[in-house]
Nanobody, 121 residues
């Protein structure tokens, strides 16, 4: 079974930066896409950014030019560098990964526990 552990959330002022990390552990053979989602109070969970195992990234329009997703396949880790943060970026950020599951004979979806990012002065 694969587990995801996030870190790096916290309180930051508008215009500031934070870097989130998410490390996958367990019985890992390969991981397809890795990504970050967020859920603000009273809103649905939404995609922030996703990156393939080949390094191709896609972003939500609301974060383009401000956030950068990256991954280190050898460490099974994905990062989210967040710059020029705005109050509307406040949310719980969840890591998502698609590891290959031998028992399922296919890729499955795994979620982290979430890390809170608060942007406020």
């Amino acid at each position: 079974q694969v587990q995801l552990v996030e870190s790096g959330g916290g309180l930051v002022q508008p215009g500031g930066s934070l870097r989130l990390s998410c490390a996958a552990s367990g019985s890992i053979f390969s991981i397809n896409d890795m990504g970050w989602y967020r859920q603000a109070p009273g809103k649905q969970r939404e995609l922030v950014a996703v990156i393939t195992n080949g390094g191709r990234a896609n972003y939500a329009d609301s974060v383009k030019g401000r956030f950068t997703i990256s991954r280190v396949n050898a460490k099974n880790t994905v990062y989210l560098q967040m710059n020029s943060l705005k109050p509307e970026d406040t949310a719980v950020y969840y890591c998502n990964a698609q590891p290959f599951d031998v028992n399922a004979a296919g890729y499955v979806e795994v979620w982290g526990q979430g890390t809170l990012v608060t942007v406020s002065s």
